[in-house]
Each structure stands twice: as structure tokens, then as C-alpha cells.
């Protein structure tokens, strides 16, 4: 980001927050980002909220405004965040995110040869390539920019040859929007979401006459790339065979991840009769899984989900799979947390287990 973009004295354009505090509110998580109020992302089962008030931030964009309203144009923020999700060798409740913002005025788009012509701005009907009020011209300026700040940033991280796809997206805060998808142990995996800012959110910041795009990406998946890093719980790891690998005074050094033999896994299936409908959700439980069996637990998946055809009674079945990466887990430790996740599930949601 600082080679790419300086300003006329050679100075970073970008300035960088990193120490704004993770418990925001509702209106910077939520309100001011345009997300709708029976948005699926406010839900309780999604997010660490503290209070009726307050949350865990789930994204870094949840600083965005505030920092606008100061008056910044250019600007990176990097935090942890926070989501109840689900869980495999990409996902973590706790994560890092890098989000970006980039405002542009109409001499940043049109450059010196600027006449009255050019426009940022014009009305009309709203379409999956740009918003309702602005110009061609702005948008492809913009798309073109952030396209190619992203894959100049993925390629100097990841190397010219890193497989790469754009995939479109929606989020309530930017319009048109994509991901980024790159090759991760030959599976498509998402690094990031972007798009052109709703200007409705510039013109609630108090910012006139500019248009800008904003990014967020997850910064352990882009490490896991980096490094060949195979699951995303060894950043969590206290073992000095991971921390003595990354042990350089130059943080460019490279790295391949040696893992240190992968232990062999234990899986064991649990199911259960729900109770009454909207009494829980799957996230309720992967919350449980993981404050119980905590980092032996690499993955849960769904395997089943039945309705019963007469009594209309639902069950679920999850197949958990327990892997250490100290040592190879026995069968009968496995079996222990397996049966107090067992049993913390029924006291906790009233399920029911079957044989
Ligand atoms: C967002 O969080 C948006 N705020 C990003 C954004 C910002 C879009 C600004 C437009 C403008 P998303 O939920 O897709 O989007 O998360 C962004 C990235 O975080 C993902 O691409 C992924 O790299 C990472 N990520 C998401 N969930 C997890 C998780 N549970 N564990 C690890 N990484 C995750
Ligand atoms: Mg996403």
C-alpha cells in the first residue's frame, strides 16, 4: 500500500489505525454501514453482543465512519474481530482484518485535463454495475483502482503466479462488490470482500463531492497462504515448534510452515431432536463445541438433518472431528469431551439425544 500510493512529497497516503478498542455499538457495527435492521449479520446466534447496545465488533468496517467523519480520505484499519461461525480449517471465532478506505475527488479521477464536463455524479436507475448516482466514468475509476490496488497487493504478498478469481458480492455497505478468492491447498478460498462505497454513507459522514472504495480482508487466511499454513487454530498454538518458525528480525523473511506431523484425528457423531423451532440454531452449538472441546476440536459439519414426516420434530446430526497438534489423541480422551459436549448440549438447549 505504501509503494503503491504516496503523496506528491513521497509520503505514505495511507495512515493506519490499530489500536481503536474491539467493543463498538450498534450504529458503528451495524446502523452506519446501512446494514438493514432484520439483517441476517445482526443476528444474536452471529455475533458476541455484551449488551442490547454494545458488541464484539464482527468486522473492522465498523470504524469506517468515524474515521470518514474525522475527515480522513485515505486510511487502513487493523483489528480482531469477533463472530460466532462456523467451524473448519478456515473459520475462527476470533480473526484479524485489514479493512481499507480510499475517497477520491473528481481531480484524483479526471486528473489536471479536468473541465466542467466531467462529473462524479448523474441520476439514474440503479443497476448491478453501479449505484443510482454515479457517473461511468466514477465507477470504472474506482473499480479499475481498487481491482488493481488488491491484485498489485495479492501478487507482492503471494508471488506473480498465485491463482486468483473475482467473484461477485453483496454487502449492505458497498454497491457494486466482490471477493477475492485465491487458491488455498487446492481449494478456492475467499481473502476478501471490496467495493464501491454506497454514497449514502459518504453523505451521512458529512463528505461531499467525493467517491471512494473501501476493502476488508481476513488477515490469518492471507498468512495461511503466505506460509503454508494448513488450519487456521495453529496461530492460536502456545507450542515454540510453530513461534520458532516465524522467529526472524525481518518480518520478509520467507517461510513454508513445517508442519510438525499432523496427528491422527478422532471423529465421533452426535445426534440430537431439536426443540421447539427458533429454540436453537446450529451456531449455538459450534459456540458450545468450541468452548468445551476448545482447540482439539478442528472441525464440525452437519452431516444430517432430518424432519420427522408425522411427529414434525427435526434432528441434527454433527460429526466433530478432535485433532491435537501436540500428540496423537486416544479414543477414550476424545470420548470424555465428547460426552460432557454431550451433556452440556442437553442442559444448555433442552435437545434431545438419540441413541
Ligand atoms: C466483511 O467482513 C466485510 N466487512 C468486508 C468488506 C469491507 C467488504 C469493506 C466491503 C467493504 P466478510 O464477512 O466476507 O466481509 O469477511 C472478510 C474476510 O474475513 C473474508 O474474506 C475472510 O478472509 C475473513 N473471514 C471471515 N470470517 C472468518 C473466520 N470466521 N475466520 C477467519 N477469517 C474469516
Ligand atoms: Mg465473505
Redesign the pocket.
Known amino acids: 500500500m505504501y509503494s503503491l500510493y504516496k503523496n506528491n512529497r513521497g509520503n505514505p497516503l495511507f495512515s493506519v489505525y490499530d489500536q481503536l478498542l474491539p467493543v463498538v455499538n450498534l450504529n458503528q457495527n451495524f446502523d452506519s ?1 446501512l446494514v438493514p435492521k432484520n439483517h441476517v ?1 445482526r443476528q444474536k446466534s452471529d455475533n458476541y453482543y455484551i449488551n442490547q447496545n454494545y458488541l464484539l465488533r ?5 470504524h ?1 465512519t468515524e474515521l470518514i467523519q474525522m475527515g480522513l480520505d485515505n486510511f487502513l484499519v487493523v483489528g480482531d ?1 469477533f ?1 460466532r ?2 467451524i473448519d480449517s ?8 485489514v ?3 480510499r475517497l477520491c475527488s473528481k481531480h484524483d479521477v479526471f486528473g489536471k485535463n479536468i473541465t466542467s464536463e466531467h462529473s462524479l455524479f448523474e441520476e439514474r436507475e440503479i443497476t448491478e454495475d453501479h449505484q443510482s448516482c454515479h457517473s461511468d466514468a466514477a465507477v470504472n475509476f474506482l473499480t479499475q483502482d481498487l481491482k488493481s490496488c488488491l491484485i498489485s497487493l495479492a501478487t507482492s504478498v503471494f508471488g506473480k503466479d498465485v491463482e486468483w478469481r473475482w467473484v461477485s ?1 453483496s ?1 449492505p ?2 454497491h457494486p ?1 466482490w ?2 478468492e485465491i487458491k488455498l491447498c487446492d481449494k478456492w ?7 464501491i ?1 454506497k454514497q449514502d454513507i459518504l453523505k451521512n459522514s458529512g463528505v461531499r463531492e467525493k467517491v471512494g ?10 498468512a495461511m497462504k503466505l506460509y503454508n499454513i494448513p488450519d ?1 487454530r495453529v496461530f492460536w498454538s502456545t507450542d515454540p515448534r510453530f513461534h520458532e518458525q516465524f522467529d526472524f528480525e525481518d518480518p520478509s523473511t520467507p517461510v513454508t510452515f513445517q508442519s510438525y506431523s499432523k496427528q491422527p484425528p478422532c471423529i465421533n457423531d452426535i445426534s440430537f431432536w431439536l426443540p421447539e423451532e427458533g429454540k436453537y440454531c446450529s451456531e449455538d452449538f459450534y459456540d458450545l463445541v468450541r468452548s468445551i472441546g476448545d482447540d482439539l476440536v478442528e472441525k464440525v459439519e452437519l452431516i444430517d438433518d432430518f424432519l420427522h414426516p408425522k411427529k414434525k420434530t427435526r434432528s441434527h446430526c454433527y460429526r466433530i472431528t478432535y485433532r491435537s497438534w501436540q500428540k496423537a489423541l486416544l479414543q477414550e480422551e476424545a470420548n470424555v469431551v465428547h460426552q460432557k459436549i454431550a451433556e452440556a448440549a442437553q442442559n444448555s438447549f433442552g435437545v434431545q439425544l438419540r441413541c
Do not use: K, M, N
Open positions: 454501514l449479520s464482527a468486522h473492522t468496517t465498523a469506517q474481530v463472530r461461525d462456523s478456515s473459520h475462527y471465532p476470533v480473526f484479524h482484518q479493512d481499507a478506505v458480492a454487502f455497505f458497498t462488490s471477493e477475492l478460498t475467499e481473502i476478501l470482500g471490496c467495493g462505497i472504495w473501501a476493502f476488508g480482508l481476513g488477515l490469518e487466511r492471507w487456521i
